[in-house]
């Protein structure tokens, strides 16, 4: 088993936090896993990116040049890595912040879900990174919900604690509205 995704937005958006869940879920369930985080000078506001590999074999170096998978969650994002797709890979797409009329590739999967406007219907909108690692695991199940239940509950702590539940929702919605949508 081999897996790589790059995430990718802007700061603010949890594309970090998401990306480090997936890669200690990996960790739990005993896989090889790499998570190489980058983020501009900026912080919130500024880029954000970071990519995972997962396997059950050795990991032969952190750097992806061409994902099989990329989750974008802005139009910079966007813009930036989406020519860098493995050919027929998957394109996880945050359209409320994406334009999608600007998709160029035909060769891909293509997967639009608007992370922010479903994040927002489930009552905050701070919920849209936990949607989209949902779309990722619904699309690409490469560690069991349980572990990242259980990677959660480890993480947030002390007040964030009562989060956990929301979170869990929102995966679990981000995996539903995944399965419901074909591609392209």
């Known amino acids: 088993m081999y897996a790589d995704v790059m995430m990718a937005g802007f700061g ?20 090889n896993v790499t998570y190489l985080p980058s983020y501009g000078v900026e912080m919130r506001g500024g880029t954000a990116n970071c990519t995972v590999v997962i396997s059950d074999q050795e990991i032969g170096s952190p750097q992806v040049s061409a994902p099989e998978v990329m989750l974008v969650m802005s139009e910079q994002a966007r813009e930036r890595f989406e020519a860098n797709v493995k050919p027929n890979g998957l394109l996880i797409v945050n359209s409320t912040l994406v334009d999608t009329g600007k998709l160029s590739r035909k060769d891909l999967e293509i997967i639009n879900i608007p992370f922010n406007q479903v994040a927002s219907e489930m009552g905050n909108a701070k919920f849209a990174n936990m949607i989209a690692l949902g779309a990722y695991l619904g699309k690409r199940p490469v560690v069991k919900t349980e572990s990242i239940e259980k990677m959660l509950k480890e993480q947030l702590t002390g007040k964030k604690a009562e989060f956990v539940p929301m979170n869990l929702k929102a995966i679990a919605r981000g995996i539903e509205l995944a399965n419901q949508s074909g591609g392209r």
């Open 12 to 31: 603010g958006q949890g594309i970090l936090l998401i990306g480090n869940l997936l890669a200690e879920a990996a960790l739990l369930e005993e896989l």
